[in-house]
């Protein structure tokens, strides 16, 4: 149980190109999901949490009119690279929660590459 | 601030040998600690401890925490190389906000 699943996996694309990434929680429903950020050898850094039907919550730094988020039902959250430039290649990865209590569940990743 | 802290950073070991992997956390409240185990894709969930004392057991993977400490350790015995990976350890602070520390790269060698 608590799979969750994040599509796609690896992207490469021009500089200016707006990239979506979708992450979606196969056998649960989750009440809140998260998206991070993570560079090479260095731990996650949340950028925002979201709610089912409410606008994200951004953490400090970080821009919503540049990574917009999108939670449209329980099962379903997505993340928009607005106008992507080199600076935001990375590793996004997306996680999950049924209830507060839980555990987050991750998703696979996205690599992100920008030329 | 919250903060939670691991070490090693890093840690190479013969197959066979045994690890703990350390975690130590500031935060103004505290849910729970969970330690995750990170290959080459995303986190994979190996424990959730909220209780001190009581010790967690998967295969050869165990944790404790003690919330008097502030301090959790993940033991990993008779080490293998599918052990190698980055273990990162998490504390849920409430409110769905979880706080990671920067891991601890495992490498263990044949």
């Known amino acids: 149980g608590a799979v969750v699943s994040q599509h796609p996996s690896r992207v490469i694309c021009k500089s200016g190109t707006s990239v979506k990434i979708e992450c979606r929680s196969l056998?649960?429903?989750?009440?809140?999901m998260f998206w991070y950020r993570q560079f090479p050898k260095k731990s996650l850094m949340l950028m925002a949490t979201?709610?089912?039907?409410?606008?994200?919550?951004?953490e400090q730094g970080v821009e919503k009119d540049k990574f917009l988020i999108n939670h449209a039902s329980l099962t379903l959250s997505t993340l928009t690279v607005t106008s992507a430039h080199p600076e935001d290649s990375s590793f996004y990865i997306c996680?999950?929660?049924?209830?507060?209590?839980?555990?987050?569940?991750f998703g696979d990743g996205t690599r992100l590459s920008i030329l | 601030e919250d903060k939670v802290v691991q070490s090693p950073l890093s840690l190479v070991v013969h197959e066979g040998d045994t690890v703990t992997l350390n975690c130590s956390y500031e935060v103004t409240n505290f849910r729970s600690l969970l330690w995750y185990k990170q290959e080459k894709k995303a986190p994979t969930f190996l424990f959730m401890l909220?209780?001190?004392?009581i010790e967690k057991k998967s295969g050869r993977l165990s944790s404790i925490l003690d919330k008097k400490e502030l301090f959790s350790i993940l033991n990993i015995t008779a080490t293998q190389t599918g052990d190698s990976a980055v273990y990162l350890c998490a504390v849920d602070t409430g409110g769905f906000k979880t706080i990671f520390g920067a891991g601890t790269r495992l490498f263990v060698k044949a």
């Open positions: 909220t209780s001190s004392g």
């Open positions: 979201s709610n089912e039907g409410s606008k994200a919550t951004y």
């Open positions: 996680s999950a929660a049924g209830q507060t209590d839980q555990p987050q569940h």
């Open positions: 056998d649960f429903q989750a009440t809140t």
